[in-house]
């Protein structure tokens, strides 16, 4: 009897420690799930009004959809992934890792240097001025090119004017936001490039000259070059599209690749505060960089109003009417939508994220400028995805009060995040979408999901109908929508089948959305005995069709 009670009384203990020493392992993997870092080395600690949320306002904040989504830093991960949906047919990985797996680069990678013919820049005929216009990415592209026609005419480049007139009204000038040292460095092999013309030019005459659209080498050489015996300057009035896409000596296409991702790179200011901004988002794991064109002057230009009230569509039509330099004034709403030329509003992104399987804790960065309609229009999707992330919530006022009230520098910020990004989704084809689609395709094919608009808005009309609903039909639709759309290496598009004149030109796939097949080369497999190198394959090895990378 008393060896029965002391053995009871052994097993008693026995589970008392037994149990002490699961609770001490069950709390020591809560905290280790729990507790969020900032790498010390890397961001600086926030100020209060950027510190992490409680477990309990973040319960707070997904239930409250009226709460400003811009004022509010949203939570780290918090809860472990939800299952997310099959986007490719690869085995051995998670169905999370799937979701963020770039797609393969075929042994695609950067060539970019110059073949053995080229020589160093002929002495220059005379000065090419530039004046840019557009948007950021729009100058950039202009930028690039202008190099190029200054090496076809033999000239020396002045650092190109950046557009203060157009709707941003940016008074920026090309030192504040390219580092202006480096691209006259970086180029020295190729133009010669100078911060300002000459005094003893200054008040020279000049011939302003607005280049014809999309030209190749005839006309410059030809009409422009010979421009030369009356002129010592030539001004060129804008910059955009005026080289053409393709059929353009390889050397020109590959310093065109040069000057675009290796000699205009941004200010040293702004490439930091760049990394910073890149740094605090990794902070909270892989995460989207959601270019959301859904601001005023895109949906004024466009004549978006889909899911807009009459006063707001009143107010972009008169945006769009005395707007002189649109020159489109009446736009049928429904017909462009219909044809996808409208940008995808946040609620229909939201469904689209969803709909690819993305769980609710996914960290997205909000690539864009004020959002038409502010925080109701950002409700759905703030519901869906708690942690939507901009510049404002991942900076204080302080670190971005250089780049206030500059939109160029301000969405060269957002440019960095997003080439960055672990997946770059852009709710509308505009310049920075396919600048940044360029430049992650030219740095290994970065992941790039495009949005097929067109067939989307047939889903979502059916889902306001209600002969639709979300879950796992929309899910499988949408998933075979976009398998092919992820941004793998394929040639660039070349013009519509049965388009003429400037319309062919104007459907072309333009050079910086896609630098394949000249500044990308198929990468040899090494052989036994033989250097590995890097070889130009002539041919196309990946068919073309609607729905491709």
């Known amino acids: 009897m008393v060896q029965q009670k002391k053995k009871w009384r052994a097993l008693v203990v026995l589970r008392k420690v037994l149990t002490c020493a699961i609770c001490s392992i069950a709390l020591v993997a809560l905290f280790s799930v729990h507790v969020p870092a900032f790498p010390s ?32 830093l949203a939570p780290p991960h918090s809860k472990s992934p939800l299952p997310s949906r099959k986007l490719d047919g690869a085995s051995g990985i998670s169905e999370l890792e799937k979701l963020w797996k770039p797609p393969s680069n075929r042994d695609f990678v950067p060539c970019t240097e110059p073949s053995l013919n080229y020589t160093p820049p002929a002495e220059s005929r005379g000065y090419l001025l530039v004046h840019t216009n557009g948007g950021l990415n729009q100058m950039r592209a202009g930028i690039c090119d202008m190099v190029a026609v200054a090496r076809i005419i033999n ?4 650092i190109p004017e950046l557009d203060k007139r157009s709707f941003w009204q940016d008074s920026s000038n090309f030192s504040d936001v390219f580092d202006e040292d480096h691209f006259i460095d970086a180029l020295a092999n190729d133009v010669q490039v100078i911060k300002k013309l000459p005094k003893d030019l200054a008040n020279a005459t000049r011939a302003v000259k607005q280049f014809r659209s999309w030209s190749g080498m005839d006309y410059y050489e030809d009409e422009i070059a010979s421009m030369w015996e009356d002129y010592q300057v030539i001004r060129a009035a804008k910059s955009d599209s005026r080289l053409a896409n393709n059929n353009m000596p390889p050397d020109i296409q590959k310093l065109r690749c040069r000057a675009c991702y290796k000699a205009l790179r941004f200010a040293p200011q702004i490439e930091a505060m760049g990394k910073l901004l890149v740094d605090r988002m990794r902070s909270y794991g892989p995460y989207i960089a959601l270019h959301l064109r859904y601001e005023k002057d895109m949906l004024a230009f466009s004549g978006c109003t889909h899911d807009l009230s009459l006063d707001e569509a009143d107010e972009l039509r008169m945006i769009r009417e005395n707007t002189p330099y649109w020159k489109v004034k009446e736009i049928d709403s429904r017909e462009q939508r219909s044809k996808g030329f409208c940008p995808l509003t946040p609620k229909e992104v939201g469904v689209l994220l969803t709909a690819l399987g993305y769980p609710s804790n996914t960290p997205i960065y909000i690539a864009a400028g004020e959002i038409y309609g502010g925080d109701s229009r950002m409700a759905d999707l703030q519901s869906r995805y708690p942690l939507l992330m901009n510049k404002e919530k991942l900076a204080s006022v302080e670190e971005l009060e250089p780049f206030t009230n500059h939109a160029s520098q301000m969405a060269a910020l957002d440019y960095i995040v997003s080439v960055e990004s672990d997946v770059f989704i852009p709710s509308y084809s505009g310049n920075m979408a396919r600048a940044v689609e360029g430049h992650r395709r030219f740095l290994g094919h970065r992941k790039t999901i495009s949005p097929d608009r067109k067939a989307l808005v047939r889903l979502f009309d059916k889902l306001e109908q209600g002969t639709m609903r979300e879950g796992k039909n929309l899910s499988n639709r949408i998933i075979e929508l976009h398998r092919r759309r992820q941004g793998s290496p394929r040639k660039r598009k070349g013009p519509i089948s049965g388009t003429k004149g400037m319309d062919r030109f104007r459907s072309e796939e333009a050079f910086y959305v896609n630098p394949l097949p000249d500044c990308l080369c198929r990468k040899e497999l090494p052989r036994v005995g033989v250097v590995q190198k890097i070889i130009v394959e002539n041919y196309d090895p990946f068919k073309e069709g609607a729905g491709q990378g």
């Open 41 to 72: 080395s890397k961001v600086p600690n926030f100020s209060d009004p950027f510190k992490l949320p409680t477990q309990r306002e973040i319960k707070y904040q997904r239930l409250s959809a009226e709460r400003s989504w811009t004022q509010e």
């Open 155 to 158: 000239a020396t480049l002045v």
